[in-house]
């Protein structure tokens, strides 16, 4: 059984930091490509960040140069570390894993950003 469990999320001010964690279990973890997507109130879920099984990044404009994307293959974990936040940030954040012919969803972590 696959599961991506997300944890770190929360409350906190413009300008603070957070650090996602996604462990995921029941899958090779190495050979999937992982990423975070968001979902604002009434917006559709969007791409933040995403980290290839090789280890390349890519970044929504939106976030380049606020947030990194890591992963650990020994631990089965990535991470989303996010400074400099801003109330637009606000969203779910969601842990996605991809391989060639599956995709995994997390079940979601709040966070909140406030002005």
């Known amino acids: 059984q696959v599961q991506l469990v997300e944890s770190g999320g929360g409350l906190v001010q413009a300008g603070g930091s957070l650090r996602l964690s996604c462990a995921a279990s029941?899958?090779?973890?190495?050979?999937?490509?992982m990423g975070w997507y968001r979902q604002a109130p009434g917006k559709q879920r969007e791409l933040v960040a995403a980290i290839t099984s090789g280890g390349t990044t890519n970044y929504a404009n939106s976030v380049k140069g606020r947030f990194t994307i890591s992963r650990d293959n020994a631990k089965n974990t990535v991470l989303l570390q996010m400074n400099s936040l801003k109330p637009e940030d606000t969203a779910v954040y969601y842990c996605k894993a991809d391989s060639v012919r599956y995709g995994y969803w997390g079940q979601g972590t709040q966070v909140t950003v406030s002005s």
């Open positions: 029941g899958i090779i973890f190495s050979r999937y490509a």
